[in-house]
């Protein structure tokens, strides 16, 4: 979607509410018939994920995950619009902002629920702490191209590649009070490291960085999570900060654990990793 100028442009054009459906749309009734691996690998771990609900159930999930997919990619030609007419909800607004007011350097935790991206230009635009994002271009140079002029309205500073780990540590260092947005659920080899789904698993991935860094800078932990209420709309959920001078790394990783994968069962109809991994092996 992202990758088709004529695409981006119209959507950039439209009214957001209008641009957001028709991605929702699109992504439901056009894309979701050729990538039938992708819907077939998400049904199959929806089934492990959630056997409380019933196979039309899953069904239904499955059909608003395409519509959730399909709404992200559109409405990343409008975050700012987005950001500014007041689209997001936040749980418990007033100590949200005492967490962000507060001191030292920040790691916000986040996974692929929701719209991740208006999640990160959200904490940029509540706080006057320097923030920065760490991505993972895709692979596909259109569609990386596309992505970082998307991304360039709404998110700042962000960093990937060589020299990500100097940048980010210089961030966390030299600037006052800054802030780190960091995704856990990365995807490799038809796997996801975090969550644990109640697997026993050390560390692994951006939550070890996290981790590592945390304790080098003195900063505390922010697990927070977007999720889609109806159509263009969000309500953002958090939990009260982890502080790793009083917790061990696996006390830390219980908790982030048992909110942010909490998160992703309940919400698993707007989970990005759902489609990218296996989770019967």
Not at 68 to 92: F, P, Q, S, W, Y
Not at 188 to 194: E, K, P, S
């Amino acid at each position: 979607m992202l990758s088709n100028p004529f695409l981006f442009t119209l959507l950039r054009i439209l009214p957001a509410p209008l641009a957001s459906w028709l991605g929702g749309w699109l992504s439901a009734n056009i894309a979701r018939r050729s990538m039938k691996l992708r819907d077939q690998r998400a049904r199959t771990n929806l089934g492990i994920l959630r056997p409380d609900v019933s196979e039309a159930a899953r069904e239904a999930m499955l059909t608003s995950r395409w519509f959730n997919l399909g709404r992200t990619m559109a409405e990343l030609t409008n975050i700012d619009r987005l950001i500014e007419k007041n689209h997001i909800t936040v749980e418990d607004a007033q100590g949200y902002q005492q967490v962000l007011a507060g001191p030292g350097p920040m790691i916000a935790l986040a996974v692929h629920l929701g719209n991740w991206d208006l999640l990160a230009a959200h904490i940029k635009a509540s706080t006057d702490r320097p923030g920065l994002g760490v991505y993972d271009p895709p692979q596909n140079p259109g569609q990386a191209a596309m992505l970082k002029r998307a991304r360039s309205s709404y998110m700042g500073e962000a960093i990937t590649g060589d020299g990500a780990a100097r940048g980010i540590l210089k961030h966390l260092t030299t600037k006052d009070r800054a802030t780190l947005y960091i995704l856990l659920d990365e995807r490799r080899d038809r796997q996801v490291w975090f969550p644990r789904f109640g697997r026993d698993l050390p560390p692994s991935g951006n939550l070890s960085v996290a981790l590592r860094l945390a304790r080098k800078v003195g900063a505390k932990f922010l697990p927070f999570y977007m999720v889609r209420t109806e159509g263009p709309n969000f309500r953002v959920h958090w939990h009260p900060p982890l502080d790793p001078a009083a917790l061990t790394d696996d006390q830390i990783m219980d908790q982030v654990d048992a909110f942010l994968g909490k998160a992703c069962i309940d919400h698993a109809d707007q989970w990005l990793a759902l489609h990218d991994m296996d989770l019967t092996t």
